[in-house]
């Protein structure tokens, strides 16, 4: 859907049944037309993850929640690795022999590939290929430590991870 205005916007979501003040309207237009981030806070149950599951339908792209927790760190939010997977490639390598001939260099290289790589929610959010950016719904950020949301903010401003 193409939202060239705050009130394209408005009546996206009166389409979705989300009512929607003129200021909440014109700031979601306003971080979709700047490609920035929005914030929003509030009471339990005001709408807050209802407005993040509409924009995802609006917008024709991908939801995907980051739920924070006290003690969440940038590996919980960002990557993993498939442990048991690269530990069951390893033991192919090992049991048809071609541990021996294909390197220690070589084998790390596999064992690190994108092929074992988890990707979690900012991951997930940052690395797509489609034209439609997802909608990166943040979930209880208020628990996390000042550390994850200093992380957070490096992602948020420059969409990149170091």
Request: glycine share 6%; hydrophobic share 45%.
């Amino acid at each position: 859907m193409n939202l060239q205005s705050v009130a394209d916007v408005r009546s996206a979501l009166d389409e979705n049944n989300y009512l929607a003040s003129d200021g909440l309207a014109t700031a979601v237009f306003l971080a979709i037309s700047l490609n920035r981030p929005l914030l929003l806070e509030g009471e339990a149950g005001v709408g807050k993850t209802e407005l993040a599951k509409v924009l995802a339908t609006i917008r024709n792209s991908e939801l995907i929640r980051l739920q924070c927790y006290e003690g969440i760190d940038a590996a919980q939010a960002m990557y993993d690795w498939d442990y048991s997977r690269q530990l069951l490639h390893l033991r192919t390598v090992e049991a048809t022999g071609e541990a021996t001939s294909i390197g220690a260099e070589k084998l790390e290289g596999q064992l690190y590939s994108e092929r074992f790589l988890i990707r979690r929610a900012l991951l997930q959010a940052i690395d797509q290929h489609s034209g439609v950016s997802p909608v990166l719904l943040i979930d209880e950020i208020d628990r996390a430590d000042d550390e994850f949301e200093a992380y957070l903010l490096e992602v948020l401003s420059d969409f990149q991870i170091t």
